[in-house]
């Protein structure tokens, strides 16, 4: 029997890694406290966070605020301003969210622009469009669709993004 040479991680890979690490043991503690139901119909300011494993950026860390109110006996619907840097990429997001229980589901509008080596597009190209993320507990699923914007160097093209959501 043989076996392959192990080689360490790439240093992108440990970076990744790294980042999802941090993300979750930093953010599990306010993501509970940010499930906990509240009897207070009042509009509020929450805070939305997480990780983000998916094409093009790889691996990402969002961050956000939305405002929201109580709209259901164990939820809340609102309106969300999200920022999401990450390996390959970043963007920007204006998001509709919604929250019943351990269900949570956002939609919105993104600017998201590649750097360094995304995956599946090249690199320092601008996209807008629109995504759907759906999480259960902590964990779940991303789906984009964003049209590239035309500059000198490159025409228009889409992209599909497909992604594992962790968090909030």
Known sequence: MRFL???PPRPKTR???LLVALAAALLAPA???AQETDDDPRPRWVPLFGARLGNPQIVSAYFGVGHVEKRYESGWTGTALVVEPG???GQVSVARVSD???FSARVQASLLRTWGDPWGV???RTYLGAEARAVAGFVGFGVGAYARLPDDEVEM???L???LVFGV
């Open 5 to 7: 040479p192990l080689r």
């Open 15 to 17: 970076a990744a890694a």
């Open 31 to 33: 993501a509970a406290r």
């Open 87 to 89: 390996i390959g990429g």
């Open 100 to 102: 019943v229980g351990v």
């Open 122 to 124: 090249g690199p320092n």
């Open 157 to 159: 093209g889409g992209l």
């Open 161 to 163: 993004s497909l992604s």
